[in-house]
């Protein structure tokens, strides 16, 4: 079996509407540390094993299932896993 | 990146890539400021003078429409338009369309199309009470539909589920031409519960711009500063000029802006939402009203990126974002109230005398033009429209073929445009306030004014077909068939918003189209006395030069006086006496039968007898105002079959008819009918009432079966079976 | 009676409950902004619902970090009665005064239609005034409203009756149909159903208005005692 | 500067609706090998500088705001960002 771990997160230049929401309620809850909340998705995605086109389809499902090609970027890592 | 030059502006043609044609250009240089203008400069005349900010393609046919009447309390100009419903309250309304940018991103376009509608409507100090929108997608047959649908339907959803105003109503139509085009259009009406609004002004010299909301990033900006790449690997880029709608913000903002305008209206001159073309328009636009001069302080203006260009910060289209100015004595109040609502507002800018826009960035002057340079002196376009070939000007009907009475009812209420679309508005929150009277499934949607024993009734109508086979009366048809939805449902109409969508208006074909159907819309409006009191044009909806349909849409809004009159278009009880006002005759041009027969519309359109449609609607009112009717439902797409099925489904009733009407003509389309039911105690009543243009067909029954006999043929169908049809067809396609 | 409505940045339901106090049931009621640290003077506690702070992160998750909120847990550990509805249901489970979690709908997607519920606990002090498995009409408006929690947890609300509201069929996926909770004192109760928007018939339903008469019908009889 | 990367998944009890609606459309676009989603949310955090209790504030962060102990777990990592 294979996992892939996909990271989605939004283009430096989308607003990322929850991440500032995240951000002043840190702050409210006092750790004024915190300069920067950016949210993004993670999948973890097993595979039953390696196919021909593998990380084809790993992008092809990236592209059109779970990133938003538009406004987020992505990138995964592939991993073995039994 | 370094700024081209004004030299290297005008020999590039820079100014093309944004819209701007030469000799647009020409006559900013050398008429307009005697000089080259910069490179901003040069950004902020392709925006303002772009059709969508200046309508110089569609001002001339949109003086077609009348804008006043008795109730007008101020028509287009405004952010929005408002109408006087008495008790020294009035209602604002307005529509937007965000097709372009609800293509490239279905999900964020639709909400930041719903997310602008609103912001329209709250800085005129209106409280907004309801949100209704206009779909147009190709038929679900494919993924990319399927994912438009989805998007585009949750993006609505999205917003205005989270900003707490009710979707009450709307329409969703599916059509070949609008597959890479899809239309989205939003309308939101709000409540002032003083006549007393706040214009959209910059005035007083030495008084203060405000700037409110959300920071300016590089959202939305399509101009040429990066548009090369933005387009050469579509998936990969890393950059995005999208919108990203935050309706948690614009709920702040929109409580603030109405308490402020509402409890602190001294400190305030004007207020003005940032939409299209954001900080120049909404700024020019406010000086420009008021006679006034503007001074800018880009440094001051809150920036979610670094290093961004003066050309940038102006023409950012970031959102939830609003403008005010105030008195400079209330600076300190203004500031404080806004950070009580944790709210970012700083000023960044004053009013001048002088009629010129200033614009300093680091420092420097970067903008030093005529304030109505960027308003007033856009050329006006006249463009000569041709009529297309494809229009049949002979009236002569087609004719169905039926072979299966049964089967043809039940094809046509699975018929996407006819079949229940209650799968996709059921994801709009219909009731928050606890207002709605009457939700989404109905003939328009009811929102009641508490502490009043009134009412607002609204709806989206647009029959495009009626209109790509016959503009002058397709476009007549749209007003009726949205009158006709308000009066069903007990209320006078009192005012209209459009969306105009067409393609391009270059395209001599294109502009006939659109000429043609506005002045249907406008003659009917005249006829009836309804005001277009705001609206919204969207040109060159095309794809690879295939236009969509001329696709006026009509927001119109109605008054119900009295909350008793609210009436729903199901049927009540067993027994209840069944009528049809209006007569029925052969009108298949145009008609659902005809696109599901044929796979096209074709032929023109019956003449409109636009005096029985008055006599008609003012007998329903009055039937209404006499406690008369149970229920009421206009007669449209797919014509007395669909209206009869429609009406059954709700309360799960059954009918049993008998007419002299054809099978075929039960799919008649013929204008200015109502279908509706009445205590069999109250028959004679609403026989005098009707006078000699009715027919009774029978009575709804409790046995959930339809039993018609025509003059021709009969029908024994069971309601389940009908039903399943029409409610199980949208969420099978979209599975 | 005098009732609180806690109203949280991005709450949208506030006025609703308001006026189904003020007008529903004829007691007093206040907006208490969430910045406040006191609720002294109130003798009943209601959140509403909407979207606090959008919903962004996770519905409810950053509203139970409010200033109100550690004055609200008070009230409710002093036996006050608290009532979560939608939004503010999802708020009760974030602070823990509700066991279990209320997640993304079954069907994934947002969904406003009226829904049949069932009494199935009408001895709580929100539901006296209804009949034991009464069928009441009660909106729903919510995309998060799938109730979770775990088999020990579920076994505890089933033993201590906690379980106060079912819908009558499979309505967005939540465990048994379960569509509102008490805790264990009975005295916080939090439902995703809208009983505020079911007060008056021109609306579609008055059957909510029994839940807030229950309440009064309680606080009055204490007061004779 | 510092950043933590944060990844809050669901517990393996608690079913993922999300996930299995991702894994039903991977299927119907072909992807047949794959046998389970699961999505979780995914974090950058920046802060200004390492305070004294730093991996206690992450950590209260995690508890108490970005993940709900009663359906999901969290692990993080953090790296110098400069
Ligand atoms: N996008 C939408 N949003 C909300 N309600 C909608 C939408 N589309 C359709 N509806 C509702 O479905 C019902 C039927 O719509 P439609 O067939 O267009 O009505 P009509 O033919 O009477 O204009 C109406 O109550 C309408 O408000
Ligand atoms: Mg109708």
Chains 1, 4 share one sequence.
């Not at chain 2, 602008?116 to 409280?127: C, L, V």
């Not at chain 3, 902004?33 to 006191?38: L, N």
Request: net charge negative; with cysteine; hydrophobic share 35%.
């Amino acid at each position: 079996m294979l996992l892939a771990k996909v990271y989605v997160t939004l283009k430096d230049s989308v607003v990322d509407v929850q991440g500032e929401t995240i951000k002043d309620a840190t702050h409210s809850m006092g750790y004024k540390n915190v300069l920067d909340v950016r949210m993004g998705k993670y999948f973890e995605i097993k595979f039953d094993k390696r196919t021909d086109d593998f990380e084809n389809d790993i992008d092809s499902i990236c592209d059109d299932l779970l990133a938003n090609p538009n406004i987020e970027s992505y990138r995964y890592e592939i991993v073995e896993d039994n | 990146m370094i700024e081209p030059t004004p030299k290297q502006v005008q020999e590039e043609k820079i100014y093309r890539s944004w819209g701007l044609s030469d000799s647009e250009y020409e006559l900013i240089s050398e008429k307009i400021l005697g000089r080259l203008p910069n490179y901003t400069e040069t950004g902020l005349f392709s925006v303002m003078w772009s059709e969508h900010c200046s309508y110089k393609n569609s001002k001339k046919v949109l003086r077609k429409l009348p804008n006043d009447s008795s109730r007008v309390l101020a028509g287009p100009g405004e952010d929005a338009g408002i109408i006087d419903i008495g008790d020294n309250q009035a209602v604002v309304f307005k529509a937007e369309s965000h097709n372009h940018p609800s293509a490239v991103e279905p999900y964020q376009g639709a909400a930041t199309g719903v997310g602008g509608i609103i912001r329209d409507i709250f800085s005129m100090g209106a409280t907004p009470i309801a949100l209704l929108n206009s779909l147009k997608f190709g038929p679900i047959d494919n993924d990319q539909t399927k994912h438009l649908v989805k998007e585009v339907v949750a993006g609505i959803g999205g917003y205005g589920n989270c900003i707490g105003i009710p979707t009450i109503g709307g329409e969703i139509a599916f059509e070949k031409c609008y597959e890479k085009n899809p239309l989205v259009n939003a309308m939101c009406i709000g409540l002032l519960d003083n006549t007393q609004f706040k214009h959209g002004q910059a005035s007083g010299n030495d008084n203060l711009i405000v700037y409110v909301g959300a920071k300016t990033g590089r959202d939305g900006i399509h101009g040429a500063t990066f548009a090369s790449d933005e387009f050469s690997n579509k998936k990969k880029k890393q950059r995005s000029a999208v919108q990203v709608g935050n309706p948690f913000m614009e709920k702040l903002l929109m409580d603030a802006c109405v308490e402020i305008i509402h409890e602190h209206s001294e400190w305030i001159l004007g207020v003005q939402d940032m939409g299209a073309a954001g900080l120049v328009s909404s700024t020019a636009e406010m000086a420009s009203k008021a006679d006034s001069g503007l001074m800018l302080n880009l440094d001051n203006v809150p920036q979610r990126e670094t290093n961004m260009s003066a050309y940038e910060m102006m023409l950012s289209e970031s959102q939830e974002r609003m403008v005010l100015c105030i008195k400079p004595e209330f600076k300190k109040q203004v500031l404080g109230f806004f950070e009580s609502y944790n709210l970012d507002a700083v000023v960044i800018g004053k009013v001048t005398s002088d009629k010129q826009y200033r614009i300093y960035h680091n420092d420097e002057l970067v903008v030093d033009i005529p304030v109505d340079s960027l308003v007033e002196d856009v050329p006006e376009y006249d463009h000569q429209g041709i009529m297309p070939e494809r229009i049949i000007e002979s009236k002569e009907q087609y004719i169905p073929e039926m072979e299966s009475f049964r089967d043809t009812w039940l094809s046509v209420l699975s018929s996407p445009t006819i079949a229940s679309k209650a799968y996709l508005y059921q994801t709009y929150d219909a009731q928050v306030k606890s207002n709605t009277v009457v939700k989404p499934g109905s003939d328009a949607g009811v929102v009641r004014i508490r502490g009043t024993r009134k009412a607002i009734t609204s709806t989206n109508d647009s029959n495009s077909r009626y209109v790509y086979v016959d503009p002058y009366i397709g476009g007549q048809i749209t007003v009726l068939e949205a009158a006709r939805n308000i009066v069903s449902s007990g209320g006078i109409p009192v005012g209209i918003t459009d969306c105009l969508n067409y393609g391009n208006p270059e395209d001599p074909e294109i502009f006939w189209e659109l000429e043609r159907s506005v002045q249907g819309i406008a003659d009917v409006c005249r006829k009836f006395d309804v005001p277009v009191i705001s609206g919204n044009v969207s040109l060159y909806n095309e794809f690879n030069k295939e236009a969509i349909y001329p696709s006026p849409m009509i927001g119109m809004v109605g008054l119900i006086e009295n909350i008793d009159h609210i009436t729903t278009s199901c049927f009540k009880n067993s027994g209840d006496l069944i009528y049809v006002l209006g007569s029925t005759s052969s009108d298949f041009n145009g008609s659902e039968i005809q696109n599901l027969q044929l796979g096209k519309v074709e032929g023109a359109l019956n003449d409109i007898d636009l005096d029985i449609e008055k006599k008609n609607q003012n007998l329903i009112l009055s039937a209404i105002k006499q406690g008369l009717l149970k229920s009421c439902h206009d007669l449209s797409e797919g014509g007395l079959a669909v209206a009869l099925s429609e009406s059954a489904f709700e309360n799960k009733l059954g009918f049993n008819i008998q007419t002299n009407i054809s099978t075929v003509e039960m799919f008649s389309e013929t204008q200015s009918r109502y279908l509706i039911t009445v205590d069999s105690k109250n028959k004679n009543q609403i026989e005098s009432l009707f006078g000699n243009n009715f027919e009774c067909l029978g009575f709804v029954t409790n046995d959930s079966i339809f039993t018609v006999k025509a003059r021709d043929g009969e029908l024994d169908l069971e309601l389940n079976e009908a039903l399943n049809s029409w409610k199980e067809a949208i969420p099978c396609l979209m599975k | 009676m005098k009732f609180a409505v806690i109203v949280f940045p991005g709450s949208n339901c506030d006025m609703d409950l308001y006026y189904a106090i003020k007008d529903g049931v004829n007691e007093q009621v206040e907006l208490v902004s969430y910045k406040e640290t006191s609720l002294d003077g109130f003798d009943g506690i209601l959140i509403p619902g909407g979207f606090s702070y959008g919903d962004y992160l996770r519905s409810g998750a950053i509203a139970s970090h409010a200033p109100i909120i550690n004055e609200v847990k008070r009230l409710a550990e002093l036996g006050k009665p608290v009532l979560g509805i939608c939004n503010g249901f999802q708020i009760l489970t974030e602070i823990g005064l509700l066991p279990g979690t209320l997640t993304n709908n079954r069907q994934n997607r947002f969904i406003c239609e009226d829904v049949q519920l069932i009494v199935e606990n009408n001895q709580t002090q929100f539901t006296s005034e209804y009949e034991l498995n009464e069928q009441i009409t009660v909106p729903i408006a919510h995309g998060e409203g799938r109730y979770y929690c775990d088999d020990e947890t579920l076994q505890m609300l089933k033993d201590n009756h906690q379980i106060v509201f079912k819908y009558t069929h499979d309505v967005n996926g939540s465990i048994e149909e379960i569509a509102g909770i008490t805790n264990k004192q009975k005295n916080v109760l939090g439902m995703m159903p809208h009983p505020e928007r079911a007060i008056e018939t021109i609306l579609g339903s008055d059957d909510g208005l029994k839940l807030f008469q229950s309440m009064v019908k309680k606080q009055k009889d204490e007061v004779q005692l």
